[in-house]
């Protein structure tokens, strides 16, 4: 956002180097009060009519408090119907029960038979009128509520419209950008650009996934100091064993003794169980930071949460002897075998919480983790005070790549949170929902981020310069393009027989055309074919019988349909409304038939071709 200033000195390069403290003491506040500014910058730029959308909204929130009384005692009404309902009926049944007893059993007192009777029909006819009367009151009720939720969509209309022009000013990529203007340690792209992609590609191997059963959903790059990331957000596509089931009845009779000498014919019932097992399509989403740094580029590792971080001081110790014990079997195992390569460290407790046993480079593992990073990381693990979010990371390091896998952020709504979320009639509500907004982004991101942060020598090690030479060929990235045919229908993709719950989109680049870059999403997705098999089974009869069960076989299909996005000249959504409605776009877009709406987001626009 425009005008929008840090003033990162505040932030001394030692902070860096104890990265739980650096958030605790400093970052948390300035997210937090950077948010609030941000806010406030927003509301002056949209010139928000403050005073009018409260008292818009207060008289909003005592009309709905009105009508929320009046629906109480209107529920209270329609049961006390229900209940005259139901009482004129028992009336009914006993005028009907009297009438009965007078006619077939002649024994029975005639003061009852008949005096419940008229009894009876004197409260039917006395309960029609009260029902009656129940039902003007209800009426009339329902009038009034009316009438109160007329005036209360009045005021919320004036509420919406005082909000208009501040709702119109969200866009998905603003806590990003408040991020960065507020951390020295991240700084976050608009887009995950081409020139980005080529540097992580070119320097450290970097490639977007070609695989039908991996989907972009969202991507986010930028670099920690100098050094790239990016966090990818994919749809994922695997296969997993389902049981069908399919039962039988068999009846059949045999012959048992009666106790007395004899026999007798009883008949059997037993209901016959069979199963089919087939492969059928499962899908999830997964988010992975994906960081580049050349800082010992022949080492690689693993280590996944060992369950441990949040153990008190008693079990964590207990934990870490019997690992150690553990730890001096590997080692002198390595030692018989003649290995040299495993060496332990003397941080035990580092050992046990991070460990990383299947690290294939021992010089460089030490080079990486020096005492202060092997601190920082059992403070991230352990985190005591709970600042952040424990030891919720995987981290495999391949070479020059590292792998982050964050537990808090797997289905996570901040990551690609959209301003649909923000919008809101109300000023208060919208202004909370903001900060909560960002001040969750921001600890996300960083405690994503923290593992890296806490090794000092990635932060020290600066790659060289990177000289993009523009031979990219394309204007927006295969993830970006991926990302932005999801947040399209899939209906407008996906093969007209798909049965299977999801659809994983892959972008192929086709040819760029000025500023748009022309795709082919293939839609991958699977047609069930109804199958119906015959398994035999042993019954209490003695005989074998085949049970039917259905089942469904999925195989795979694929639909390709011509996809557009482009870079928009506009960087702020309402900018680029404007430019759309006016038809600032129709030159460009009428080379196309577009078969959908042309979507926005994060400075790109996108559509669906017609064929």
Known sequence: ????????????????????????????????????????????????????????????????????????????????????????????????????????????????????PIVMVGAFIGLIFAVKAIKKVINNLNEVIAKHQKVANEYKAQAEQTMASLNALFEANMAATLMSKTTPVVDLDREFDPEKYSYLHEKYGYE?????????????????????????????????????????????????????????????????????????????????LIYGNGAAPKLSFSRRPTGHGS???KKLEKYVRDFDKELDKRVEKDLKKGGKGFTRLHNEQFEALFNALDRD???????????????????????????????????????????????????????????????HFDYEVCHKNFIDYCDQYCKQIYFALAPLVAIPLYQQHKTREYIYDGKFGHNVTTAEAEAAANIHDWKLFKHPATRSLGVILKSRFNKVNDTVDECI???????????????????????????????????????????????????????????????????????????????????????????
């Not at 209270?76 to 009482?87: E, Q, V």
């Open 1 to 116: 956002m425009e005008n929008f200033t840090r003033d990162e000195t505040t932030f001394e390069g030692s902070d860096l180097l104890e990265p739980l403290n650096f958030y605790k003491t400093q970052l948390k506040d300035a997210f937090h009060e950077n948010g609030e500014e941000y806010f406030k910058k927003l509301t002056e730029k949209a010139q928000t009519d403050v005073e009018g959308n409260k008292e818009a909204c207060k008289k909003y929130y005592a009309e709905t408090a009105k009508i929320s009384t009046l629906n109480k005692d209107l529920g209270k009404k329609k049961g006390l119907k229900g209940f005259y309902i139901f009482l004129m009926i028992m009336a009914a049944i006993l005028a009907v029960v009297g009438i009965v007893l007078y006619f077939v059993v002649p024994n029975f007192p005639i003061a009852v038979t008949i005096a419940v």
């Open 208 to 288: 977007t996934s070609s695989s039908i059963d991996e989907s972009v959903l969202f991507v986010q790059s930028g670099n920690i100091l100098g050094n790239p990331f990016i966090f990818e957000k994919t749809y994922n596509q695997n296969m997993r064993d389902h049981t069908y089931t399919g039962t039988l009845t068999i009846t059949w009779t045999e012959r048992v003794s009666d106790g007395k000498g004899g026999y007798r014919t009883v008949v059997r019932t037993q209901v016959l169980t069979a199963h089919v097992t087939a492969p059928e399509p499962a899908y999830y989403t997964k988010t992975t």
């Open 311 to 313: 153990d008190d001081d």
């Open 361 to 423: 480079n021992e010089t460089e593992f030490r080079l990486l983790f020096t005492p202060l990073a092997q601190k920082n990381m059992v403070n991230l693990i352990r985190d005591p005070e709970h600042v952040g979010y424990g030891d919720d990371f995987s981290f495999t390091k391949r070479k020059e790549l590292n792998y982050i896998g964050s537990g808090h952020l797997q289905g996570s709504r901040y990551l690609d949170f959209g301003p649909e979320n923000l919008r």
């Open 521 to 611: 999403i293939t839609a991958h997705s699977f047609q069930g074919i109804d199958r119906l098999t015959y398994v035999s089974v042993y019954g209490g009869d003695g005989k074998y019988h085949q049970v039917p069960v259905h089942w469904i076989e999925y195989n795979r299909i694929q639909k390709d349909t011509p996809f557009a996005i482009g870079r928009a000249k506009e960087t702020e959504y309402p900018d680029f409304s404007n430019s759309y409605r006016d038809g600032s776009y129709k030159e460009l877009l009428s080379r196309y038939q577009i078969s959908d709406t042309v979507l926005y987001k994060k400075g790109l626009f996108s559509f669906v071709k017609k064929d």
